[in-house]
Antibody, heavy 119, light 108 residues
């Protein structure tokens, strides 16, 4: 069964760094884009950006560019979302999802990683 | 950037038909995907490319897209359909992936 398995919940303080992960199982990791989607408490889905593990090509939403870094390590079939300096407003659930080509739907989603940033 | 507008909420009695709209400028020229999001669960695609069913999704779910409005229709609504529903498109602007604000479907 094709799955994306995300790392566990995190509780951090403002200003701390964080890297969460999304690991595939059961498909050709380098042939799909991995996207990250944020859902803040009580809010809707927001696309943050994506990475193509085949060549590490990365795209960002202007809303998140410069505040997060998206990367992938194809040797271990894992994509990452990282922050160098968290803010309280980063408190949210973060989902990874995959798509094959531009225009496609996100057909497989990770279970989500809850990130809480609080002093 | 491209904007998708959904009604925040919709209430439907069991057995009736729910129609969830997604408005956007000339959205009929784009392909629309629909996701069901239940609390504590990841989103699941219920309709892709306007009208296509993923495997495992009942045919009670259907989609249409024309002009400035795309619609997700859920026939014979069941209690298990209660969820948030999001439309999504790809755009050539600064934000390539756009989600609608979501519609909370309540089954009365």
């Amino acid at each position: 069964e094709v799955q994306l398995v995300q790392s566990g919940p995190e509780v951090k303080k403002p200003g701390e760094s964080l890297k969460i992960s999304c690991k595939d199982s059961g498909y050709s990791f380098t042939n799909y884009w991995i996207d990250w989607v944020r859902q803040m408490p009580g809010k809707g889905l927001e696309w943050m950006g994506s990475v193509y593990p085949g060549d590490s090509d990365t795209r960002y939403s202007p809303s998140f560019q410069g505040h997060v870094t998206i990367s992938a390590d194809r040797s271990i079939n894992t994509a990452y979302l990282q922050w160098s300096s968290l803010k309280a407003s980063d408190t949210a659930i973060y989902y990874c999802a995959r798509h094959e080509n531009s225009g496609d739907n996100f057909d497989i989603w990770g279970q989500g990683t809850m990130v809480t940033v609080s002093s | 950037s491209y904007v998708l507008t959904q009604p925040p909420s919709l209430s439907v009695a069991p057995g009736k038909t729910a129609r969830i709209t997604c408005g956007g400028n000339n959205i009929g020229s784009k392909s629309v995907h629909w996701y069901q999001k239940k609390p504590g669960q990841a989103p699941v695609v219920v309709i892709y490319y306007d009208t296509q069913w993923p495997s495992g999704i009942p045919e009670r779910f259907s989609g249409s897209n024309s002009g400035n409005t795309a619609t997700l229709t859920i026939s014979r609504v069941e209690a298990g359909d209660e969820a948030d529903y999001y439309c999504q498109v790809w755009d050539s602007g600064r934000d390539p992936v756009v989600f609608g604000g979501g519609t909370k479907l309540t089954v009365l």
